[in-house]
């Protein structure tokens, strides 16, 4: 997508950006796609990752997610991101506040 929104030779740089420093690095993006999408959407967005930032064989965040999920079956995975959710990145959140005015 990027690729052919960013397809002029001015946006080379803001391609090169968006793909490396940001798309190839969402790792946990990988648990979504092992918990709903097909197994091998999920093994090509693997390989993505590696084909358009092969620096990420070096990055263990990568290797744990990809390994975790690679060896987890979603009937697990599930249940355990959504203890996660709810047990431990709902204590980060800040309560927000909203002020209405009639």
């Known amino acids: 997508m990027v690729q052919s929104i960013f397809s002029e030779k001015k946006y080379q740089k803001v391609q090169k950006f968006l793909i490396k420093d940001f798309i190839t690095k969402n790792y946990v993006g990988l648990v979504q796609l092992r ?49 996660y959710k709810n047990k431990i990145y709902a204590k980060s959140l800040t309560e927000i506040k909203f002020k209405y005015k009639f």
């Open 35 to 83: 918990n709903y999408a097909k197994y091998k959407y999920f093994l090509r967005e693997i390989w993505y990752l590696i084909k358009f930032n092969w620096e990420n064989i070096f990055s263990p965040s990568f290797w744990f997610f990809s390994l975790g999920c690679i060896v987890t079956p979603a009937k697990f995975l599930i249940p355990m991101v959504d203890w």
